[in-house]
């Protein structure tokens, strides 16, 4: 079963207890069991590993030992050949057949060695990858979980209750609500700002003669009367 | 070493504002302080919850629980959610229990502009996303 099956058994199982912890408890502790395993069987292999090392670096020496064995010992046979010495000759060829024997099987058992090492190492670095993505899997998974607890507490504190949280179509219209209002406020004071600029422009449209500054009930009164004067 | 982290982070956005001067209050949530609330001004009804490990940090708002949801129409929101989060700008949908969420998730190096980007568009969102799914949620009561 891949970690994203199992944690999905996890939040799934934990959905169900009427909406309470995320995460059905079991399966997480199943899954830091899972994890707890598999980091002591890379610890296993990494020890296996070095075990099978030590013996390919012996058994590489042997075969070493044996190569140089064989090329002594072909000189050994070369020299009694060239003293004419059969019997000699003989003797060092057939010490020479036992020990290519030998070296025909030890260098099979290294081969075999070799490939093993390559498989092991394989296999300690996919599970080094899988501890990794379960670590991270696991941690998100309880991370999701301290947060649901955070939110029930959140929502304990606004409403006393739990359970119910506020209804989220209600929480949208009060903040468009207030959204709305500090925008009116903003336009406003907006507003007010531009009215003020204009009496300040007024006042110095006065200041210069350029607007009738002396606009009070006697030059009003002028005016009537000069009217009156002209019907 | 991420209660640190975190709290680092509290500190950094305690200093900032978003983009458009709103301010940000951030308090620790929960008794093993690992879990920060965060509330955008004027929009304190959806809290972004704040978590850090190793992996990632998590921003998280919740938006609405099963209750809410019209189950005749269940099944259309989820797929609408799902065709959605592509195309969410940075966040995505998800369900944590029976709670409906909608979340970002930053590399733990992010900058704190970043987390501040992040935090900006997920409060924007939010909003639209309570406003577009509220055709399946149940009618006001």
């Known amino acids: ?123 300690i670095r996919q599970t080094e990858r899988n501890i990794q993505a379960m670590d991270r899997e696991i941690s998100v998974v309880k991370t999701t979980e301290k947060v649901q607890k955070a939110n029930e507490l959140a929502a304990a504190k606004f409403s006393g209750s739990n359970s119910a949280l506020n209804k989220a179509t209600d929480s949208l219209e009060r903040i468009k609500e207030r959204q709305q209002k500090r925008e009116d406020q903003s336009a406003a004071a907006v507003e007010l700002e531009t009215e003020e600029g204009e009496g300040d422009l007024q006042a110095r449209l006065k200041k210069a003669g350029i607007v009738d500054s002396a606009s009070s009930a006697s030059s009003v009164l002028d005016r009537l009367k000069k009217q009156k004067g002209k019907g | 070493m991420s209660k640190l982290k975190l709290e680092q982070l509290m500190k950094d956005l305690a200093n900032s504002k978003l983009a458009d001067g709103m301010h940000l209050s951030i308090e620790m949530f929960d008794g093993e302080d690992s879990v920060a609330c965060i509330k955008v001004e004027d929009r304190e009804e959806f809290p972004i919850y704040m978590t850090v490990d190793d992996g990632q940090i998590l921003c998280i708002t919740y938006l609405f629980g099963d209750d809410q949801v019209n189950p005749e129409k269940q099944a259309e929101m989820a797929e609408a959610m799902l065709m959605m989060n592509v195309m969410v700008p940075l966040s995505a949908f998800s369900k944590i229990g029976n709670q409906y969420i909608l979340f970002g998730a930053l590399s733990p190096r992010a900058s704190i502009e970043e987390l501040l980007h992040e935090i900006e568009l997920l409060s924007d969102n939010v909003l639209d996303a309570i406003a577009t799914m509220s055709t399946y949620l149940k009618e006001a009561a």
């Open chain 1, 1 to 123: 079963m891949s970690i994203f099956s199992k944690i999905i058994t996890a939040v799934r199982g934990g959905a169900t207890e009427a909406g309470q912890a995320i995460v059905d408890t079991q399966s997480i502790r199943i899954l830091d069991q899972e994890l707890r395993d598999s980091k002591a069987a890379l610890k296993d292999a990494k020890t296996n590993l070095t075990t099978i090392m030590a013996e390919q670096m012996a058994l590489d020496r042997k075969v070493k030992d044996l190569n140089t064995k064989i090329k002594e010992h072909e000189g050994y046979a070369i020299q009694a050949m060239d003293k004419n010495d059969d019997d000699l000759a003989l003797d060092v060829a057939n010490k020479i057949a036992d020990f290519e024997h030998e070296l025909t099987i030890q260098q099979g058992i290294l081969d075999g060695y070799d490939s093993k090492i390559t498989g092991l190492k394989k296999m």
